[in-house]
T-cell receptor, first 113, second 112 residues
Framework: NAGVTQTPKFQVLKTGQSMTLQCAQD?????MSWYRQDPGMGLRLIHY???????DQGEVPNGYNVSRSTTEDFPLRLLSAAPSQTSVYFC????????????FGEGSRLTVL | AQSVTQPDIHITVSEGASLELRCNYS??????LFWYVQSPGQGLQLLLK??????LVQGIKGFEAEFKRSQSSFNLRKPSVHWSDAAEYFC??????????FGRGTSLIVHP
């Protein structure tokens, strides 16, 4: 059972570079989301999607783009990386918001120099 | 707006001792409440959840939590802690169409 798969697990970027964090789930979940985790800040929602073709902003969306062309995939794009985006990123999915439990990937640790 | 407060950043207990992690929430309706655990270098795993019904809920790994509406609390408990319980614990609140909101987490340290 793959569940939620994130790639890459580690990435180092220079300021101004762009990259995409990949997220895929094989559970046919409608809801997918991206969080960032910083020390002492818990998890903060970046973007989320309630289904293919539908995305919306979370608490900290600036500097990030997302798209949802399929139910399975929800990539997170950093267009011009900044040191403030150094963080651990988690993708999560859920069958539907009213069912509660989020299933998380193992995380992607990003360092921006 | 919904919010979650975990007042303890760090908790240290001895192995075999009991544990209680605190969680207070703010929510406009009947909340869905969750506790997740994060082991080092891992993603989050659901320990237990409360939607409705019995206010004392049982979870995995011997954990339980009690929903107290009058106190807006959902504290996590375990009667006897094992060294493998050392991890970060997150309380979350959500419900219906509301995106889950997470607390800042409590780091559990277990002394042998």
């Amino acid at each position: 059972n793959a569940g939620v798969t994130q790639t890459p697990k580690f990435q180092v970027l220079k300021t101004g570079q762009s990259m995409t964090l990949q997220c895929a789930q094989d559970m046919n979940h409608e809801y997918m989301s991206w969080y960032r985790q910083d020390p002492g800040m818990g998890l903060r929602l970046i973007h989320y999607s309630v289904g293919a073709g539908i995305t919306d902003q979370g608490e900290v969306p600036n500097g990030y783009n997302v798209s949802r062309s399929t139910t399975e995939d929800f990539p997170l794009r950093l267009l011009s990386a900044a040191p403030s985006q150094t963080s651990v990123y988690f993708c999560a999915s859920n069958k539907g918001l009213d069912t509660g439990e989020l299933f998380f990937g193992e995380g992607s640790r990003l360092t921006v120099l | 707006a919904q919010s979650v407060t975990q007042p303890d950043i760090h908790i240290t207990v001895s192995e075999g001792a009991s544990l209680e992690l605190r969680c207070n929430y703010s929510y406009g309706a009947t909340p869905y409440l969750f506790w997740y655990v994060q082991s080092p270098g891992q993603g989050l795993q659901l320990l237990l959840k409360y939607f409705s019904g019995d206010t004392l809920v049982q979870g995995i790994k011997g954990f339980e939590a009690e929903f107290k509406r009058s106190q807006s609390s959902f504290n996590l408990r375990k009667p006897s802690v094992h060294w493998s319980d050392a991890a970060e614990y997150f309380c979350a609140v959500g419900g219906g169409s509301y995106i889950p909101t997470f607390g800042r987490g409590t780091s559990l340290i277990v002394h042998p």
